[in-house]
């Protein structure tokens, strides 16, 4: 072989084995350019994963600041719906401490007290009035406990179940020394809590059935605040007025006339 042969050969071989090493080395290079890639669309990744994480967290916070919110409200209308229920008892139980005092029979002896409210309550009743034999109302010993079972649910506001307790009283005795007390009652457990068409039917069926007793002029305001309750105000005036009328003097015929002049005010406004 000549020397120019040779040479020629030496320089190819150079060549060669110099493509062989750099194609590695541009291998390398993409290969790292690939994994910085991949590391930025991690690092990409977990920033999202951060950031949502922060969003979830920030959520919590004030879902938790609104049940807090929210509690403190309920609280707040419980208080509320706790004290006007106190004043309405109160209110009530004091017009009925008048009314039962006006002009009304004394109770025998053995007819048993007055029952005691509990003190969160203010309601107050009277003994029913006995007229004829005074041992009648001694004699019921059961008619008075279911009485005052009934009585004792609505004194501690369980008004639903003192209308039950009522209905159940009056279908058993209905014509009881205590009936004419548990119709009012009765028609106080639907007015206190806004069902007016039932309770002006527990008045109305007081005072037909006994229109001189002493619930009667209570009976006969109530019947004209619950027809004002249904928005029959025309027909609630009437009514109002004929307290008055019907039954001069009581604290039930000055309530009366206070409530007839506001209304009338109202009409002015």
Avoid: C
């Amino acid at each position: 072989m000549s020397m120019m042969s040779m040479r020629h050969l030496l320089a190819t071989s150079m060549l060669a084995a110099a493509l062989v090493a750099a194609a590695p080395a541009s291998a390398q290079r993409m290969s790292l350019a690939d994994r910085v890639a991949q590391l930025e669309q991690r690092a990409a990744d977990n920033q999202a994963n951060v950031d949502l994480l922060n969003q979830v967290n920030q959520l919590k916070t004030e879902v938790q600041a609104l049940r807090s919110q929210v509690e403190e409200l309920n609280h707040q209308l419980k208080q509320q719906q706790d004290s006007g229920k106190a004043q309405y008892l109160d209110l009530d139980g004091r017009l009925n401490r008048l009314e039962g005092g006006q002009g009304a029979p004394v109770a025998p002896a053995d007819s048993g007290d007055t029952p005691a409210p509990s003190p969160s309550a203010a309601v107050r009743d009277t003994p029913p009035s006995v007229y004829g034999d005074p041992g009648t109302l001694a004699q019921g010993a059961d008619e008075r406990s279911a009485y005052d079972a009934a009585f004792d649910a609505l004194k501690t506001g369980e008004y639903a179940q003192s209308a039950n307790l009522f209905q159940a009283f009056l279908q058993q005795y209905p014509n009881g020394a205590y009936a004419p007390n548990a119709l009012y009652w009765l028609g106080e457990s639907y007015y206190v809590t806004g069902n007016y068409p039932l309770a002006m039917g527990q008045f109305q069926a007081l005072l037909e059935r006994f229109p001189t007793h002493d619930k009667a002029p209570g009976a006969l305001l109530k019947l004209g605040l619950s027809q004002y309750g249904m928005e029959r105000v025309d027909e609630a005036e009437r009514t109002l007025s004929s307290v008055t009328e019907r039954y001069p003097g009581t604290d039930a015929a000055r309530t009366a006339a206070d409530r007839l002049s506001a209304i009338q005010l109202n009409r002015l406004r």
